[in-house]
């Protein structure tokens, strides 16, 4: 897999709005910095947060999470009592390309304050926007300012064949690997087999 670049991400927008509302650039003020970066883009989180609270003695049950666990806020500020963690969206709504993977890390302002970003990966051909978790690890009360950026959002790209070119790369690549790894759980032709036969070959056991 690879990393994509501020280039293609740009294209991504362009061609298939692949993230709304697009920030090109990096936006630093005095806030916490968002836009696209030379190898992801800084999503930001909006100010509708849901805060975990334990008033009602409620317990925390994966398989059948409760409403009454939380607490509903619109603020520009959201404070989080400690050892406790809210929930949030993203400003921006995404949607992912087909062969893409997309993974998430928190922004190193908050991670130094002992603020936790959670994101799990989005799949391919996902789209929405982004549910954040922000945990405060720490004995005091931490706050998460709405409208600045809050993770950092990196685009994997796997393999897909785009073109007969991508494919015949692969397929050479596989070959070479094959050869200099032994013996290989599919039988592979010799190297005196012609180069269209081979071709055809790796299109069936690749």
Known sequence: MAVMSDKWIKKMVKEKQMIKPFVEGQIRKEGISYGVSSYGYDARVSNNFKIFTNVDSAVVDPKNYSNQSFVDRKTDVCVIPPNSFALA??????????????????????ARCGIIVNVTPLEPEWEGHVTLEFSNTTPLPAKISAN??????????GIFFESLIDWILIVLFKITAAENTGPSKQPLPTSSTPAFLLFFFNLLYF
Request: a positive charge; aromatic letters at 12%.
């Open 89 to 110: 969206g993203t400003v921006e709504y995404f949607k992912i390309p087909r062969n893409i993977m997309v993974i998430c890390l928190g922004k190193s302002t908050y």
């Open 148 to 157: 600045e950026g809050a993770c950092q959002i990196l685009f994997l790209k």
